[in-house]
C-alpha cells in the first residue's frame, strides 16, 4: 500500500468501527462520502477500531485519524488530499479552468476556517459535558474562541456576496467548506452570518449531501446493532 498515486477500482472509505452520538454527523468521512455521491462513484466501507489504533491503520494514517481513502492498492489520508484526489478526476467537482481557485477554497476551509470553527466547537462540547472533555473552559476562552472563529466567518461571507459557489459553480471547495461552517452552524455558531447559514442550507439540501448523510448515519446505526453488550 502506498501514500500516493491514484489506483483504480472500486474505492475504499476507511472510517471508525463506532463513535460516540456526540460526533455522529460530524466525522470527517461526511466529506468524502459526498463527494464520491456528488461524482455518483460507488464505494465501500471498512472500518478501522476508534482506539486503541491499530498498527494497521497508523500504516495508513500516521496520527491514527480518519477518513482514509483505499483505491487498489493505494491509500490516502487528509480529508482535503482526498477530495482534491477525487476532483481532479473529472470537471463535476472541479469545473473547468478552475484547478487554482478550487484548490484555494479548499484550503482555505480546512486551513483557515476549520481550525478556529473547530476550536469553538470541541470548547462548547467540552462546557456541555466537562466528563467526556476533562474540563469546562471558562467563558472568556469560549468568548475568545468565537471571536476568532467569526472574523473567518466574514471573510468567507463577503467571498460569498452573491455568489451561490465559491467559485462560481459548484466544486470540491464547497463539500470542504460546507461541511466545516455545518458542524459550527448546528451549535449556533453562523447566528450573525445569515447569509452563511443560506449557503449551508443549499449544499446540505443536495441530493448527494442527503444519500451521504443518509449512508454516514446508518453506519453507526449498524455500529450499535453489531455491539456486544458489555
Ligand atoms: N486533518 C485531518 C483531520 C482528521 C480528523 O480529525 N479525524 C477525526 C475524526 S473526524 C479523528 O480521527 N479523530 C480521532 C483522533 O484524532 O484520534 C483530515 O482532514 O483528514
Redesign the pocket.
Known sequence: MTGSGTGTGTPVLVTYDWVPDL?RG???DMRIRWALEELGRPYRVETVPLGPKSAEHLAMQP?????ILKTGDHSL????AILLHLASEGTALMPEGQAGAVTQWLFAA?NSVEPSSFAWVLMRAAKRAPEIFGAAPPENQIDGAAKRMRARLDGVARALQGRDWLTGQFSAADIAMADVLRVAGADGGLGEHPGLAVYVARATARPAFRRAMDAHMAHWDAADAARVPA
Open positions: 460526533v460530524s466525522v470527517r496520527f491514527g485519524q480518519v477518513p489520508f487528509e480529508s482535503g480546512l
